[in-house]
Structure formats: C-alpha cells, structure tokens
C-alpha cells in the first residue's frame, strides 16, 4: 500500500513538473486540478468506508432479531455493539460530509475558484445519496427474502439443514463402523490363514506317522509269515502240555 502511494505521487510530481513547464499550465490552474482530484478521491472513500460500516452494523441487528425468531439465543451485548458502531459511524459520516463542504468553501472564498461552491455543494447533496441508495437496495432484497420465504419458509430451511447435519453425523459413524469392520475381517483373515496353515503342517504329520506305521505293520507281518513253522510247533507243543496235564 505504501509503494503504491508512493509511485502514484511520484507520477503526480512527473506530471505536474512537465505541465508547468512544456504545456504552459499555471500553478493555479494545476493547483485546482489536483485540488479537485483529491476532493474527487476523499467524496469515494467517504462514500464508501464509513457508510458500508453503518450498514453493515445494521445488518447484524437487523439479522440478530430474526436468529431470535427462529430461536437462536444471542447475547444482548452483541447487539448493543452492533448498535453503537452504526451509531457512530453515522455520526462520523455525516460529519465527514458536512466538515468537508465547509473545508472546500472555505478554500474556495480564500483562493477565488468559484468551481469549489460546486464540489462544497456535491458533498453536501452526496450525503443523501448513499442512504438513498442502501435504502433501494435493502428494499430490492427485502422484496427478494420475502419471495424466497414464500417458497421456502426459514422453519423449513432450518429443519432441512438440521435433517443434513444430522445425516451427515450418520454416514460419518457409519463410515467409522464400515472402517472398523474392515479392520476386524482382516485380523480374522490372518488368525484363519495362519489356523490353515497349522492344520495343514498336523495333517502332514499324521499322514507321515500313518504312512510310518504302516510300513512297521508291514514288516511285522512279513516276520510273522516267515516263523509260520515255529508258530505251529509252539502250538502243537502248548496242545501236547494240555493233554498231559488232563
């Protein structure tokens, strides 16, 4: 902001110096021309900083008293803040106003400039252009709340956005759930992975323990065929104790 000051009045100086001297101007004559471009300029900012201040502040009574129709609680000190800012800057722009018109008459009685009683009298006039104009415009969207209503009540409205809130509280439990889940079925995916594979290592085993004694069995058996002799001797020896002891 300070270096945009600075080169615009640099700019100005530039200008000023080659005027006076390749274009023949009078200081006078620039002297009223910058004159009334810094009048020009303060009637913008005076238009525009304190006047959008006031209306602003208006604004949040004007919006304090229908949050209260709706049922929203809201502290009597915001309001009187809101309040005492319009208040003030009310004051302070219609003072701006009045002070400026009488600041550029009286430079205007002392320098001769007869085009100063204009600007003086602009900045009179120019202090009821504003409200004016903030009047037609708060009128155009009154108009326009008042349709809106008409189709879609503020009860509605609100209840509508309370029904979201508290959807979108559900999907997002919702989602944490899901989220939970997922996490959950994946832990038992990996217990049952690993449970498959100790199952898998048993049956192994066994099926190796099985095949081992099979293959004894087997062996048993062969030695068993082949001392088939001893076995019926044994027997026929066991028959003939029998038959003594009879």
């Known amino acids: 902001m300070k270096w945009w000051i600075f080169w615009v009045s640099l700019a100005f100086t530039i200008v000023a110096a080659w005027l006076i001297l390749y274009a023949d101007v009078s200081p006078e ?3 009223s021309v910058g004159l009334g471009a810094i009048s020009l300029i303060w009637l913008i900012i005076l238009l525009t900083v304190p006047w959008n201040l006031y209306f602003s502040a208006r604004r949040v009574v004007h919006e304090t008293h229908l949050s209260r129709e709706r ?12 309040r005492e800012i319009a208040r003030r800057m009310l ?8 002070i400026s018109a009488a600041v550029i008459a009286v430079i205007t009685f002392y320098s001769g400039a007869q085009v ?3 600007f003086a009298g602009f900045y009179l006039l120019a202090t009821f252009f ?12 009154r108009v326009t709340n008042l349709m ?8 509605d409205v609100a209840t509508l ?19 939970e889940l997922s996490e959950s079925l994946d832990e038992l995916r990996a217990e049952l992975a690993t449970a498959q ?9 066994l099926n190796r323990r099985i095949t081992q004694m099979s293959r004894r069995f087997d062996e048993t058996v062969d030695g068993l065929s082949d001392n088939q002799e001893l076995i019926t001797g044994l027997k026929a020896f066991l028959r003939l104790v029998r038959s003594d002891s009879v």
């Open 29 to 31: 004559t620039l002297l």
């Open 71 to 82: 049922g929203i609680e809201v502290p009597q000190a915001r309001e009187d803040e809101a």
């Open 91 to 98: 004051r302070f722009a219609i003072a701006g106003h009045l």
């Open 116 to 118: 100063g009683y204009y």
């Open 130 to 141: 504003r409200p004016a104009g903030s009047y037609m415009s708060h009128l155009r969207e």
């Open 148 to 155: 809106e209503e008409l189709h879609y009540p503020r009860q």
């Open 161 to 179: 956005r309370t029904q979201v809130a508290e959807l979108t509280d559900a999907r997002t439990r919702l989602d944490q759930t899901v989220n």
């Open 197 to 205: 594979a100790a199952a898998e290592t048993a049956d192994h085993d």
